[in-house]
């Protein structure tokens, strides 16, 4: 079948497709991160994508965005949902919240985030005002209340490049800046998918609270063993809450 939704797996959360189809797609930017896995869900067609491959072998500025939202787009999906884990910048936004964000920073360097490396047909700016697609927002905010999860409506999420966690330094300037959660690939899939004319929608799950909170000595800094601890806690969750959304997104 041709799938209508796309979705990207990411830290923890490295398949979610039962009798799925596996596809292999080429795309002129190399291959994506692994197989594609396609399948019928109540009816619609969804195409699964792990960002970092399946067994978590590509690091986030390793990862061929390109390759991996051109697949989706050559398959025929017309909305991205990309759920991530992240740190929260905010005492409010704890771990095991979800947040459906709406709007992004882009700290990272040497990555391919774009489509058009030469403009033979003539320029080709894109808006990225907006980096998520309303419908979807909305979309992902009535399945996460659906299954019970903590919500967040809105927030900036702050992309670094990692692989390594953030200084002290660097994740206090975040939270003066008044960003609310911190991240390693939103940037640049979202930029790609307005690129490809797809919609997109982020929900991030708070992992940890990233450096620690200010004034408060018992909460270390993140790890990654708490990273993938917590994912794996609340990956239940997190397929529950895409399953409830891919209906509503077919139909919106």
Do not use: C, K
């Not at 030469?118 to 905010?141: E, I, M, Q, W």
């Amino acid at each position: 079948m041709t799938p209508e939704i796309g979705i990207f797996g990411g830290s923890g959360f490295h398949a979610f497709l039962d009798d799925a189809e596996t596809v292999e797609v080429g795309t002129e930017w190399g291959p994506p991160s692994a197989p594609v896995t396609v399948a019928d869900v109540d009816g619609v067609g969804v195409a699964f994508l792990p960002r970092h491959g399946v067994r978590h072998e590509l690091p986030p500025h390793r990862v061929n965005y390109r390759a991996n939202v051109d697949a989706m787009r050559r398959l025929g999906v017309h909305t991205l949902v990309a759920p991530f884990a992240a740190g929260s910048l905010r005492p409010e936004i704890r771990p095991g919240d979800f947040v459906v964000v709406d709007q992004l920073v882009d700290r990272t360097w040497g990555r391919a985030d774009t489509f058009h490396d030469h403009f033979d047909d003539g320029p080709r700016h894109v808006s990225l005002a907006d980096p998520y697609t309303p419908r979807v927002r909305r979309a992902l905010l009535d399945a996460g209340r659906a299954v019970g999860a903590t919500l967040h409506d809105g927030g900036t999420v702050v992309v670094v490049n990692g692989p390594r966690f953030s200084t002290r330094a660097e994740s206090a300037w975040h939270r003066r800046a008044g960003w609310h959660v911190v991240n390693m690939t939103q940037y640049p899939e979202a930029a790609l998918a307005r690129e490809a004319g797809l919609d997109f929608g982020g929900i991030a799950l708070v992992t940890d609270y990233d450096t620690g909170l200010d004034g408060d000595p018992d909460v270390p800094p993140v790890s990654q063993d708490e990273v993938f601890e917590v994912f794996r806690g609340n990956v239940d969750r997190v397929r529950a809450l895409l399953f409830a959304a891919v209906a509503d997104l077919a139909r919106r």
